[in-house]
Every structure is written in C-alpha cells, then in structure tokens.
C-alpha cells in the first residue's frame, strides 16, 4: 500500500494516509511537479499511461507524485523523475502553491505542490506503466494548444502554467 504526507497549508506534517484514501476524502497532502527544459526552453512534456487510475491519456509537466513518510523532496524529486522518464538532472524548487481539483471516478487532488525545474537534452527512457509518451513544446505553444484543447491536459498543468510562465527559465 502506498502512502502520503498529510500537510496543513503551512506544508507542516501532520500525518500520513493510504494514498487513495487521500484522494477519495479529500485531504491535502504533498506532492511535487517536475519541469524538465531543454536547452531551447522547451518543456518536456509527458503523456499519462492510458492505465492510470486517474487523468489516464493527458498531458502533463515531465514528472509529478509524492514523496513518501520520511523522503525530502531532493531524494523524491530524484528517485520519481528516474522511474518514470529514466533521467537524472540537477533540479531545483522555484515555488510552490496549492491546490484542489476533481480527476475523475469521484476522485480529487487537493496537494500542497513543490514545482521543481531542470534541464537536460537527454532523451527519455519511459516507463510504460507510467508513461504512455513524451515530446518536447515550447510553453508558447503549449499555452495556445491549452486553450484549444483544455482536456487534453491534467487539472495540475493547466492550474499551475501561468506560474510556470512567470518563472520560465532564461536561455
């Protein structure tokens, strides 16, 4: 069984809870957001595995998911954009915000997010149980296929983007 942080709206701890549970309530609880960009500031995006138990087939930033009881974000960060993309970049926090929103099947997300940015030209290695698949966009196409096809994006991505142009990096 899987488990997430419960945090208040300070990100103090304040438990843990069986991850579905979590999402079912719903209770705020941490989570991370990964922004990979190569180095024409284009955003890595991915393509949920049409197996997820929620959002299955949207696209979303490069990588997203929770840390467990215990694990800092840096190790999480790291560890999660492995299993998924089969990279390894520097990455850093450049902020965070929080969130509540339906996903579908009577589920919610309501997180407390850490975005976190890097930057690597490698090409990923999918994990198809995660990942159905992946392209590079630059964010002002995004913002204009975003606004022609909105459910074709996760709930997160299409909430947290205008932050995400606000902190773009600078080539």
Known sequence: ??????????????????????????RLHRAFSI????????????????TKYHS????TNTCCSHP???ESLEQATARRLKEEMGMSCEMHEVFTFIY????????????????????????????TDEVAAFKYMSLDDIADDMRQHPECYTE??????????KHRPSL
């Open 68 to 70: 467990g009881n215990g």
């Open 56 to 59: 299955p087939g949207l696209w």
């Open 100 to 127: 509540k929103a339906p996903v579908g099947l009577g589920l919610t997300e309501h997180e407390f997010d850490h975005v976190w940015f890097g930057q690597s030209d490698d090409t990923p290695i999918i994990n």
């Open 35 to 50: 922004f990979i960009f190569n180095s024409k500031g284009e955003l890595l995006l991915q393509q949920r595995a049409l």
């Open 156 to 165: 997160w991505f299409k909430i947290s983007f205008d932050e995400i142009l």
């Open 1 to 26: 069984m899987e488990y997430v942080v419960l945090v208040n709206e300070n990100d103090a701890q304040i438990g843990i809870m069986e991850k579905m549970a979590a999402h079912i309530v719903p």
